[in-house]
């Protein structure tokens, strides 16, 4: 079992940062992929980024060149800075932690509003 907490969201201007932590704890050392995904209202849950074991990330085209996934193994913590917000980005963003089986977040709600 896995389980993941995510923190970090909030409300922000369009063009303004922030970073998504999200804290894994259980059996960790089965994990082999991490990532996020994100879900607006009406609209279904999509990739933004994952990050494997092995170092390999993946990126949405809608937040490549703006977005940046990193893990600090240590602490079993997958982060993600967002930049260059727009309103579009608004969304419950989840943390998705992968071994022979599935585990999500809770999620955290990431708003981008003058």
């Known amino acids: 079992q896995v389980q993941l907490v995510e923190s970090g969201g909030g409300l922000v201007q369009p063009g303004g940062s922030l970073r998504l932590s999200c804290v894994a704890s259980g059996t960790t050392f089965s994990i082999y992929t991490m990532g996020w995904y994100r879900q607006a209202p009406g609209k279904q849950r999509e990739l933004v980024a994952t990050s494997t074991s092995g170092g390999t990330t993946n990126y949405s085209d809608s937040v490549k060149g703006r977005f940046a996934i990193s893990k600090d193994n240590a602490k079993n913590a997958v982060y993600l800075q967002m930049n260059s917000l727009k309103p579009e980005d608004t969304a419950v963003y989840y943390c998705?932690?992968?071994?022979?089986?599935?585990?999500w977040g809770q999620g955290t709600q990431v708003t981008v509003s003058s």
């Open positions: 998705k932690a992968v071994t022979i089986a599935t585990y």
